[in-house]
């Protein structure tokens, strides 16, 4: 059975414990209460479930139980009603006009912006100089996001992206003050910040719209079919900036982590390299890869799934209870917030044999498993299953088949990563690798 915490503090809970170490304290949590346990942030009662049919319920079975929780609740102030806060029907409405952007035969279209995008940006490398892969991989996405999803090319706008992103991620501990969301108008700190970086995204896109709205031509791109659709379907401004903005963070930021986290394990494990490199070179034989490459590179898939499964850009996923819900003969009460942590449950030996090792042989078609379903769900599940997951996949399997295809990356001993699990999962002050060219 459940138990509060013993370290809660008055009014604070176990918000202390929690900032100090976000992923340990949930990791402890489960070794010490179990699937089921319990803590508090401030107001906030708080339920950790880390067995994979609890989680199957609260985000699939029973999903009309639950909403969104506090913290993206509250990114309604950056992001809107935007598909990753919206409920109901407001939340079926978008969805349905957004799904054309994601059908499989349009996916696979993206295929060359991917490769040209991720060859561009490795151009630019020099041997033996370090860099920062997780920045890199997070232009080449945004570059990316901005083509396929927005029809503008964006590379001119990503340090004014980047740096309203760090605004808004520097007052993401306004989320787990009790009551911090209220100070955002303050003039001073994270709130000042977060005014920042919304003033800038907003006015980003809001300048896109104006000109798709004034050209009045369908570049065949997501915010072109919204801007110019039919009266019987067509937003309002600000509703397609919502969607814009949403897409276009949430539509680089996942994939850059986890591409970014990649090439770590590759840089950490020498045999693992080798057959990455191998499968490349013998699939592709010294040309960039093309959409029809992404079935056919299944050990690059398994990389890419494997730091989805140990570094899942989103870590924990929160959900507010909207009616009770029992769960092994407890009962969570409307009010409550549920938090499912990819970062245990994704880790958990019961599921996973040596959980802490990067093998992409256990993504392969051939390899059977009784694992449960909800073991592993970097993408969430049911109705709100992140709309962009094909779209990951091709472009994680293809960005990383089109830089390794030039490139082998060496670690940086006097670097070594460290986590920071905000609102995803990111390498803190960067992750550092040194670049030396292939030659095949």
């Known amino acids: ?93 978008h969805r349905r006009l957004l799904n054309h952007a994601f059908h499989p035969d349009r996916v696979r279209g993206y295929g060359q912006v991917i490769v040209e995008r991720a060859a561009a940006t490795t151009d630019r490398w020099s041997e033996g100089s370090a860099i920062d892969v997780h920045a890199q991989t997070v232009r080449m996405t945004l570059a990316t996001a901005g083509t396929t999803l927005l029809g503008t090319e964006v590379e001119h706008h990503v340090d004014v992206v980047q740096a309203a992103i760090d605004d808004l991620l520097s007052a993401y501990q306004l989320a787990f003050v009790p009551f911090g969301w209220r100070l955002q108008h303050l003039p001073v700190g994270p709130a000042r910040r977060l005014r920042r970086g919304r003033r800038a995204l907003h006015g980003l896109v809001d300048r896109m719209i104006a000109e798709r709205r004034a050209s009045g031509v369908d570049g065949g791109d997501l915010l072109s079919s919204l801007v110019l659709a039919d009266p019987d379907d067509a937003l309002t401004d600000r509703e397609i900036r919502d969607e814009a903005l949403t897409l276009l963070l949430a539509g680089h930021e996942t994939t850059a ?47 890419f799934a494997e730091a989805l499964r140990l570094f899942p850009p989103s870590w924990a996923m929160a959900r507010e209870a909207v009616s009770e819900h ?89 670097r070594p990563l460290e986590l920071d699990p905000l609102i995803t999962l990111r390498p803190r002050d960067g992750l550092w690798l040194r670049p030396e060219r292939r030659t095949t």
């Open 1 to 93: 059975m459940a138990t509060s915490s013993p370290r809660s503090l008055p009014l604070l809970g176990d918000l202390p414990a929690f900032r100090r170490d976000r992923l340990g304290f949930m990791t402890r949590l489960a070794r010490e209460q179990g699937d089921v346990a319990r803590f508090s942030i401030g107001p906030y009662r708080v339920w950790q479930l880390t067995r994979p049919e609890h989680v199957h319920e609260v985000l699939v079975t029973h999903a009309e139980r639950f909403r969104k929780g506090p913290v993206l609740q509250r990114a309604r102030v950056v992001l809107g009603d935007g598909l990753l806060t919206a409920e109901g029907e407001h939340h079926r409405r």
């Open 257 to 303: 982590n986890a591409l970014a986290f990649s090439l770590h394990l590759m840089a950490e494990d020498p045999e693992l390299e080798a057959r990455v490199h191998a499968e490349v070179d013998a699939v592709l034989g010294g040309r960039r890869p093309t959409a029809a490459d992404r079935d056919r590179l299944p050990v690059c898939r398994g990389v």
């Open 326 to 414: 029992p769960v092994d003969g407890q009962v969570i009460r409307a009010g409550e917030v549920v938090v499912t942590p990819q970062w245990v449950v994704h880790r958990d030996p019961r599921w996973w044999d040596e959980p802490e090792r990067c093998d992409p042989d256990r993504w392969l078609p051939e390899a059977s498993t009784t694992r449960p379903r909800a073991a592993f769900f970097p993408f969430g599940g049911g109705v709100r299953q992140c709309i962009g997951e094909g779209l990951a996949w091709t472009e994680g399997v293809l960005a990383l088949a089109t830089i390794v295809g030039r490139w082998r990356l060496r670690s940086l001993p006097e």
